[in-house]
């Protein structure tokens, strides 16, 4: 990450030392959360549920996703095609890998999710791709719903 790109983004309500994450997080879940890490694909807890309910942070516990919003894009992560609030994440320009991609943050607490990818073609109302690891997510299952 440049400093350019800290700058740029409103500071997170969550601010934690690393130490402090390490100390809340499984070292998996902090390779990904903090590190920006990706699980590898088709092996999250989350990518093939159809269990309604709500997706939050698993770093920080903010709202991110609802299960409405989640299709099947055989991707091998968890596809959304919105944020559950418009201002649950935040997008940073992730120039990794030698390629232009836009890394989705939790605007809670800047942990990194995934990726969002536009233009695919899917049918869903913003042809958008949320593409967001299973272990950046924790589901609250809807009242009644089953796994």
């Not at 809340?24 to 903090?34: A, D, F, S």
């Not at 939790?106 to 990726?115: K, Q, V, W």
């Not at 233009?119 to 609250?140: A, F, M, Q, V």
């Amino acid at each position: 990450m440049s400093s350019d790109a800290e700058t740029s983004l409103p500071a997170p309500r969550i601010q934690l030392t690393p130490q402090q994450w390490r100390a809340k997080l499984t070292p998996n879940e902090y390779q990904v959360l903090r590190e920006a890490g990706t699980e590898r694909a088709f092996t999250g807890e989350y990518t093939d549920t159809e269990t309604e309910g709500v997706y939050d942070c698993r770093a920080c516990g903010a709202e991110l996703f609802r299960s409405g919003e989640k299709f099947h894009s055989h991707c091998g992560w968890p596809s959304f095609f919105d944020p559950a609030k418009s201002d649950a994440v935040i997008l940073r320009t992730d120039d990794s890998l030698g390629q232009r991609r836009v890394e989705v943050l939790c605007a809670n607490c800047h942990s990194h999710l995934g990726h969002v990818f536009e233009g695919e073609g899917y049918p869903t109302p913003t042809d958008k791709r949320y593409c967001i690891n299973s272990i950046s997510l924790r589901l609250h299952p809807s009242e009644g719903s089953t796994s």
